[in-house]
């Protein structure tokens, strides 16, 4: 089946860093990915589409500068988060939909800025 | 606008009997999938199901159904034979077919299960 492999898995870094993440669809080619951001207990809130050779499509409200999003190959985005800070804490999962199929998703990135 | 609505924050299932999760949603598109995951602590995202707006039969994998209710607006997910594993939080999700929906998901606030041995 579909493979998506995010990494790094757990970051743990001080205020100020710049984190980037890396998620990568192994099997297939994805033009197009998807970030999401998920707080303890609630549900994913999509941050933005990620778009193979063009510039990412942010959700309402997502700092495009803050989320930096490169998406330059078929099988393979990334997201920088920039001069993280405490409130960036979270967990960040991707995701890639095989044409014609569902969306799978990565196992996801703990973030915890110090 | 997609909205999906989960109305059981959490819930206890006995370890081999079935068990029920709602979902409802609401949509302008006249086309549309939904879907249903699985996201055990470990926070990985599972796919489980899928179901068609336009599917004339409800979708089943394995011990999953999708109980398809489309003038209600509802796609509940039964799980028969809880197993141990099963416990984890369960999303259902909702894709737009329309160029707009950007094939985004939507998803529901979820639903904790909790399967008792």
């Known amino acids: 089946g579909a493979v998506v492999s995010q990494h790094p898995s757990r970051v743990i870094c001080k205020s100020g860093t710049s984190v980037k993440i890396e998620c990568r669809s192994l099997?297939?080619?994805?033009?197009?990915m998807f970030w999401y951001r998920q707080f303890p207990k609630q549900s994913l809130m999509l941050m933005a589409t990620?778009?193979?050779?063009?510039?990412?499509?942010?959700e309402q409200g997502v700092e495009k500068d803050k989320f930096l999003i490169n998406h330059a190959s078929l099988t393979l985005s990334t997201l920088t988060v920039t001069s993280a800070h405490p409130e960036d804490s979270s967990f960040y999962i991707c995701?890639?939909?095989?044409?014609?199929?569902?969306?799978?998703f990565g196992d996801g990135t703990r973030l915890s800025i110090l | 606008a997609q909205k999906i609505t989960q109305t059981q924050p959490g819930m206890f299932v006995q370890e081999k009997e079935a068990v029920t999760l709602d979902c409802t949603y609401d949509?302008?598109?006249?086309?549309?999938?939904l879907f249903w995951y699985k996201q055990p602590s470990s926070g990985e995202m599972i796919f489980l199901i899928y179901?068609?707006?336009?599917?004339?039969q409800n979708a089943t994998e394995g011990r999953y159904s999708l109980n398809f209710q489309k003038a209600r607006k509802s796609a509940n997910l039964v799980i028969s034979a809880s197993q141990l594993g099963d416990s984890a939080m369960y999303f259902c999700?909702?894709?737009?077919?329309?160029?707009?929906?950007?094939?985004?998901?939507?998803f529901g606030g979820g639903t904790r299960v909790l399967v008792k041995p």
């Open positions: 949509t302008s598109d006249p086309s549309y999938g």
């Open positions: 999700a909702m894709r737009g077919r329309l160029k707009a929906a950007g094939n985004k998901l939507t």
């Open positions: 179901q068609g707006s336009y599917d004339q």
């Open positions: 990620s778009n193979e050779g063009s510039k990412a499509t942010y």
């Open positions: 099997d297939f080619q994805a033009t197009t």
């Open positions: 995701s890639a939909r095989v044409v014609g199929g569902p969306q799978h």
